[in-house]
């Protein structure tokens, strides 16, 4: 993990996004994870998120992204979900018959966490110890 910088500023903001599929379906597997694995770094690409790391299980995905500072996670995950929904329907109409009718392809709810290249004790300490 590298430091990235814009006009006016330096970061390091890395994230942990974890999402699944509604009624947790196992259905992230074969040509659909292949599919959705593409399709999740075309979208990080377009809107200059780093996909630094992803994995799909066949009920929930695994995400880790860099993104500048002015980018909230909610945005990232919204355009991932949304997006992806869209294209994966397009794709695999039959899916969308046979085990999401009348709803989207994922749940509400997400999982992020951040990530840096330091714990938080270390910043904790590093902090602590300005005043000395």
């Known amino acids: 993990m590298e430091t990235k910088s814009t006009k006016h ?63 909230a996670p909610v945005t990232i995950v919204h355009a991932l979900k949304s997006i992806s929904a869209v294209w994966v329907f397009k794709k695999f109409p039959g899916l969308k018959r046979r085990k999401f009718w009348g709803s989207g392809l994922w749940s509400k709810g997400y999982y992020v966490g951040t990530a840096g290249t330091v714990s938080a004790e270390t910043i904790r300490k590093y902090i602590e110890g300005q005043k000395t």
Not at 28 to 45: A, M, P, Q, S, T
Not at 49 to 60: K, P, V
């Open 9 to 71: 500023s330096v970061y390091n903001i890395n994230y942990h996004i974890v999402f699944c599929p509604k009624y947790r379906h196992s259905v992230l597997r074969g040509d659909i994870e292949v599919y959705l694995k593409r399709l999740f770094k075309n979208i990080c690409d377009h809107y200059g998120y780093d996909l630094l790391e992803i994995e799909t299980m066949s009920d929930h995905v695994h995400l880790f992204i860099s993104a500048k500072p002015t980018v």
